[in-house]
């Protein structure tokens, strides 16, 4: 009757499966949901079951061409319509198209008296005839359990829910029955007992002030999956699951080269700059110029009229212009032709998930080709390093695939182990350039060098670099008998007009 | 919890059960043996409790599936109370005579049985 999508071909040795279009989740399961077979999906109040269950049915009748079934045990039609619009869909077009059927069944335990033997065929009766008058392929029961609340005989009703579940199989729908988290089990009244296709565990914890969801498939008859804890996020336009250990790394890799903004950083980077799509970590401590480096490469795409996308989490665009224009970078004008676009925010005021979906959703729908992440560590504050690094990843995948060149900056503390505390994202990176300050004979000076750059042939020297008002410049290395000279020892040494022999050979450095 | 005390500041009283028409939607999914035993409780009880002030109508839901929503049915047999009110509804064949006497206040709850 309806067309297949083609997303629906799955491996041969695998069971078939119905694709959730779920970002992420369709990844993690190999495909989606076990078809025509009911899957269990628990967690605790608020974990997102319902949501997930609607996307699925709203994926599946506007995606897949599976109309679906909604039976809730717990809110109204019209509270149900309601959760549907919070996510930017308005169920009742499909509904009048038959696409979707939306059916409240209440279960008010005060109402009922039990005088004697009965069955749930009112409950098959009713499911069955919103299925087969809509021929649903998809079926979305939440949450079953309720009926234990109504209904006392309990060995009665398991018995009852078992020939619901099998009854379920004999349709051949594609079922989500969610469940509460109970405390012995998976939920309360052991429903992982009679569902056994395919198990998955949402979690919604608190860890110091930040809300976190995860995902878990517990269980999966006849298919791998991944069985580690996802995060994920829910925001206006759905749920995203962001699989940790899903990355193919099988991006197109290019081997374009872009400036850095910096043309002596160019000359250490093998001559060239950056690699496109490459991830650059900068890392360094307070004050460096890790936000002068990240300024002068999102300039120089701007020059070459490529647009890109400032995620700002120290400070405001205001504050960036202000502060760049300092060392002789304006980028006011990039902004006012909106090739240059600044997204500040504090990390704290959103959770983790938070700043993954606007950063998500902003990159995909600006399409930037360049993208300034200033500075990656202040998302430490809002999650774990597990998570900063499966978040990282997946944007660093997300952004590899579209060619975008992405620079990170990083906060760190340690002045001396700066290698030690990027928090376990350096592997994600590229280029990894090492800013310093190095305090020598009463003055700070400022160091860079390229930890380093895969696949090209990169500078393996410390060089000393000054922030002027007419930019960022890196200075010759000056050695005077074996010591490197920096500061103004290097002013005292160009004075004495023998630079020129004992240098590098290269130009006297300006001050 | 209003509910629970309304119901009991009702019980010394006599209730309108006592002389008020009785109209009753008996639930069921085809003639099958439960149904049949339902049904048969069901008069029998109307017969010796509401002789002349009920009235029975039967809804096979395997005919008219549609009906079971606008009762809320999920357990067959369900008889429902329409009048008089408060709507009550009654799950199971109805072989507790006692239970279904209490479900349709033909007789006090006892507040130790439940």
Redo the contacts between chains.
């Keep these: 009757m309806s067309p297949r999508p083609a997303t629906r071909a799955a491996p041969v040795r695998s069971v078939p499966k119905s694709p959730t279009g779920i970002q992420g989740l369709d990844e993690i399961t190999g495909g989606g949901l076990p078809r025509g077979r009911p899957t269990l999906i628990c967690g605790g109040p608020g974990c997102g079951k319902t949501i997930l269950s609607m996307e699925f049915l709203i994926n599946g009748a506007r995606q897949f061409g599976e109309p679906g079934v909604f039976l809730s045990f717990e809110e109204t039609v019209d509270d149900l319509t309601m959760n549907f619009a919070s996510l930017g869909f308005d169920p009742r077009p499909l509904s009048a198209r038959r696409k979707l059927s939306l059916?409240y069944?209440?279960?008010?335990p005060?109402?009922?008296?039990?005088?004697?033997?009965?069955?749930?065929?009112?409950?098959f009766?009713?499911l069955?005839?919103a299925i087969d008058s809509i021929g649903a392929k998809r079926v979305v029961l939440d949450t079953i359990e309720t009926?234990f609340a109504?209904?006392s005989q309990t060995r009665v009703l398991r018995a009852e829910l078992r020939r619901l579940f099998n009854w379920l199989r004999t349709k051949g729908v594609t079922a989500i029955v969610t469940g509460e988290r109970g405390e012995a089990g998976m939920t309360r009244h052991g429903l992982e007992e009679y569902i056994t296709d395919c198990v998955i565990l949402l979690d919604h914890r608190v860890v110091e002030q930040n809300a976190t969801r995860r995902l878990r498939v517990v269980k999966y008859r006849g298919s791998t999956h991944g069985a580690n804890e996802s995060p994920f996020f829910i925001d206006e336009s759905g749920i995203s699951v962001l699989p940790i250990a899903s990355l193919g790394l099988q991006h197109r890799v290019g081997t374009g080269r872009l400036s850095t903004g910096v043309r002596d950083l160019d000359a250490m980077l093998g001559g060239k700059g950056y690699f496109r799509g490459s991830s650059i970590l900068v890392s360094g401590s307070a004050g460096t110029g890790k936000t002068s480096l990240a300024g002068y490469f999102a300039d120089a795409a701007c020059r070459r009229g490529e647009s890109s996308l400032y995620f700002a989490f120290e400070e405001s665009a205001a504050q960036i212009v202000r502060n760049l224009r300092s060392i002789g970078l304006d980028l006011e004008p990039w902004l006012g032709k909106g090739l240059l676009q600044v997204h500040a925010a504090r990390p704290t005021t959103s959770g983790l998930e938070g700043h993954l979906s606007a950063m998500h959703r902003l990159i995909d729908e600006k399409r930037p080709r360049v993208v300034v992440v200033d500075p990656i560590s202040n998302l430490i504050s809002v999650g774990t390093s597990v998570e900063v690094k499966a978040m990282l990843a997946r944007l660093i995948d997300f952004m590899k695939v579209r060619q975008m060149t992405a620079l990170f900056t990083s906060l760190t503390i340690d002045e001396g182990h700066p290698e030690g505390t990027d928090i376990g994202i350096s592997s994600f990176m590229d280029t990894w350039l090492v800013l310093r300050n190095i305090e020598q004979n009463g003055e700070r000076t400022r160091r860079l060098n390229v930890l380093k750059s895969r696949g090209m042939p990169h500078s393996n020297q410390v060089r000393e670099f000054v922030l002027t008002s007419h930019g960022l410049k890196l200075l010759d290395v000056v050695r005077d008998q074996g010591h490197v000279l920096v500061g103004s020892e290097r002013a005292a040494y160009a004075g004495d007009g023998a630079v020129a022999a004992r240098s590098t050979g290269r130009r006297s450095p300006r001050r | 919890m209003s509910a629970t005390s309304a119901r009991r500041s009702r019980k010394p009283r006599k209730s309108q059960a006592t002389t008020g028409f009785f109209d009753l939607r008996l639930y069921i999914a085809g003639p099958t043996a439960r149904s049949l035993a339902a049904l048969a409780n069901l008069k029998r009880i109307c017969d010796e409790h509401l002789e002349g002030r009920y009235r029975i109508e039967v809804i096979d839901l395997l005919e008219r599936p549609q009906l079971a929503r606008g009762d809320q049915i999920l357990a067959l047999p369900t008889l429902v109370r329409k009048l008089p009110k408060p709507i009550r509804k009654l799950v199971g064949d109805l072989s507790d005579t006692e239970r279904a006497l209490v479900g349709l206040d033909l007789r006090p709850r006892s507040p130790g049985k439940s």
């Design positions: 059916d069944v209440r279960v008010e005060h109402e009922i008296l039990e005088t004697g033997a009965y069955d749930l065929d009112g409950l009766i009713r069955g005839h009926l109504g209904l």
